[in-house]
């Protein structure tokens, strides 16, 4: 059973505050990971795509990727009451053409 | 351009009815993808098909779940004789290729069962 893991939450960060999300998965073959954000009753939409080990920047979000320890991380730099949603993990599953998702970090920004 | 477009927003069904949803995938794309998402979890693949095709059902239950992709028209996901644990919202997303995987999701049917 491959998977994704994710601490639930919530996580509460300040206005400004660099809010840090992480992820690990199990299967060491993935070679494509996905940050998506999901407001309450809403779809998940996708922010942050990265493929290879080190760094990608996007505006206030940063992925950062380490295939040899298996985990993924999303960094959001001045943090807003907007960015408060839940954000979930997904890796791309080597066995069949899906993504497995993890269970999401609710984040919180307090004004 | 419109993205992936989803009916019905909200369904209720009686438990023993049939539930059937769309996705009408974006303009260009041939690829569809179905997720359900429980309560509180992250979503959990379903079914990938392509047009006449259903390339992998492996997260599909083995009964009352079915799903197409026709030649013409939306993606329906079928689920016969639906059950509480059936409630759930179901989201489709489309792809252009079938190696990309930053997938735009639909606005997604949320199922209720009483």
């Known amino acids: 059973q491959k998977e994704v893991e994710q601490n639930s939450g919530p996580l509460s960060v300040p206005e400004g505050a660099i809010a840090s999300l992480n992820c690990t998965y199990s299967?060491?073959?993935?070679?494509?990971f996905f940050w998506y954000r999901q407001y309450s009753g809403k779809s998940p939409e996708l922010i942050m795509s990265?493929?290879?080990?080190g760094d990608k920047e996007d505006g206030r979000f940063t992925a950062q990727l380490n295939k040899a320890s298996q985990y993924v991380s999303l960094l959001i730099r001045d943090s807003q009451p907007s960015d408060s949603a839940t954000y979930l993990c997904a890796v791309e599953d080597t066995g069949r053409r899906a993504l497995t998702f993890g269970s999401g970090t609710r984040l919180q920004v307090q004004p | 351009n419109a993205g992936v477009m989803q009916n019905p927003r909200h369904l209720v069904r009686r438990r023993g009815q049939e539930a059937r949803l769309r996705c009408s995938p974006m303009?260009?794309?041939?690829?569809v993808y179905w997720y359900r998402q429980l309560p509180e979890e992250g979503l959990k693949f379903m079914v990938y098909?392509?047009?006449?095709?259903?390339?992998?059902e492996s997260g599909m239950p083995k009964e009352r779940f079915s799903a197409e992709f026709p030649k013409e028209g939306p993606s329906i996901l079928r689920i016969q004789q639906v059950v509480r644990g059936d409630s759930a919202a179901y989201f489709c997303?489309?792809?252009?290729?079938?190696?990309?995987?930053?997938?735009?999701f639909g606005s997604g049917t949320r199922l209720t069962v009483v």
């Open positions: 098909l392509q047009k006449e095709n259903i390339i992998d």
């Open positions: 990265i493929y290879s080990n």
């Open positions: 997303a489309s792809s252009p290729t079938a190696t990309n995987y930053g997938y735009t």
């Open positions: 299967d060491r073959g993935s070679q494509s």
């Open positions: 303009k260009g794309h041939s690829h």
